[in-house]
């Protein structure tokens, strides 16, 4: 069992700069990947990033690519999104959630190949 704790969420300027991030708690703690998700108001969830616990691939959503990064520290169970240049159309819940073995070729991108989800934090993006 995992569970996973978001926090570095709150409001910003548009053009302004926030870093997320996802600490993990378990005595065993080695998730095949582990994502970055969002939810806006009235939207449903959609993937941000990702990131392989080992061997450090990434995955971008093409609407923060170039202007987020992800990142994970092994040693402290804790992944990173650090977000640049935002806009209010990133205003959303901002979750992490780890996926415990390889599903398929997109997994890291499917909402329900993923098997634990923190409670998100909030950012919000003002004009």
């Known amino acids: 069992q995992a569970l996973l704790v978001e926090s570095g969420g709150g409001l910003v300027q548009a053009g302004g700069s926030l870093r997320l991030s996802c600490e993990a708690s378990?005595?065993?703690?080695?998730?095949?990947?582990m994502g970055w998700f969002r939810q806006a108001p009235g939207k449903e969830r959609e993937f941000v990033a990702a990131?392989?616990?080992?061997?450090?691939?990434?995955y971008y959503a093409d609407s923060v690519k170039g202007r987020s990064t992800i990142s994970r520290d092994n040693a402290k169970k804790t992944m990173y999104l650090q977000m640049n240049s935002l806009k209010p159309d990133d205003t959303a819940i901002y979750y992490c959630?780890?996926?415990?073995?390889?599903?398929?070729?997109?997994?890291?991108?499917?909402?329900?190949?993923?098997?634990?989800w923190g409670q998100g934090t909030q950012v919000t993006v003002s004009s």
């Open positions: 959630a780890a996926q415990l073995v390889a599903t398929g070729t997109y997994a890291y991108a499917r909402l329900n190949d993923y098997n634990y």
């Open positions: 378990g005595r065993t703690f080695s998730p095949y990947c």
């Open positions: 990131i392989r616990w080992t061997g450090g691939y990434i």
